[in-house]
């Protein structure tokens, strides 16, 4: 008796057992965006636990590349400049060969940073604009022409980031790829149909809804030389089109960055750890925070609202 009754037990178990794991894996092949290690068209989101930063420092290691990273600060946003070097240098692709170009319309608010082995600043200077949209937006034609007359043939890869920023942990070679978008801290794990991609059909940066696969941030983006060069030059020119159209896409160059990612899809996407926010940095979504948005003012930093 005893033994018939858990006979009848151990069926009833194999069914469950049996039926959870089937819900489970048609539940994950029927939802392939649940995955979050990897995109639908297997692209790597880089996240804690996904790589071996030793292991990959010492691919890397073998070959001798360079890494520009842009960076502007124009107006107010240069007090963001110290912080977000000094942390750089203790996060940032350290012990690999890194040439900063910082542009700003008043070189002598630079402050001193000690650079790091293999580390070099450059800055450039760029004339002032009276509104922060234009300076954001103005990014794209500014970096297509440094990759062009100067970058060429000289470096790798390229990262261009926004100023007010401070790095908290290992921002290294586990990024590097062809071409490599950032999830934006706010929306990650919205529905697309959430999503502030641009909406009215006029502008170039136009996404239709049930288009889209993730919302990008603007303010981390890069890659290798010849496909952020790409990259910029479209963005440039979709910009442009609009501008003669009267038209500004909702989140500026954001909006045609995520409409140029649309159609070609990075080959690499880094999770939110790349790019949090310090507002929430409380809040446990990530394991671990690499890089994040500062807390600003907006309204005493820009120059316009
Ligand atoms: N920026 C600048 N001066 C300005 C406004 C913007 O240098 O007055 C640059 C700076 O590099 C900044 C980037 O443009 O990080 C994007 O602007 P912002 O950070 O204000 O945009 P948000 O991240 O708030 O969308
Ligand atoms: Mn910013």
Known sequence: MRLRQSFHF????MFVGLSLSGLIFFGYTSSWFSRTDVTPWLAPVVCEGTFDSNLIDSIYKQQNITIATTVFALGKYTRFI?????????????GFRVHYYLFTDQPEAVPEVK????????VRIVPSMDR??????????????????ELANKVDYIFCL????????????????RLVGVLHPWFFDYPRDQFT???????????????GDYYYTAAAFGGSLADVHHLTKTCRKQLNIDAANSIEAIWHEESHL???????????VLSPEYLWRDINMSVGQVKIIRFSHVAKNNAEVRPNV
């Open 162 to 177: 926004d100023v007010d920023t401070k790095f908290y942990g290992r921002w290294g070679v586990e990024t590097l790829g």
């Open 82 to 94: 110290k912080d977000f070097l000094e942390s750089a240098e203790e996060h940032y692709f350290v």
């Open 258 to 268: 995520n409409k140029y990612f649309l159609n070609k899809k990075p080959s690499k």
């Open 115 to 122: 650079m790091g082995k293999n580390h070099h600043l450059t």
């Open 132 to 149: 922060w949209q234009d300076i954001s937006m103005g990014r794209m034609e500014i970096l297509e022409k440094l990759m062009e007359n």
């Open 197 to 211: 991609y641009e909406r009215r059909q006029e502008s170039q940066a136009f996404i239709p809804a049930g288009e």
């Open 10 to 13: 151990f069926l009833f178990g």
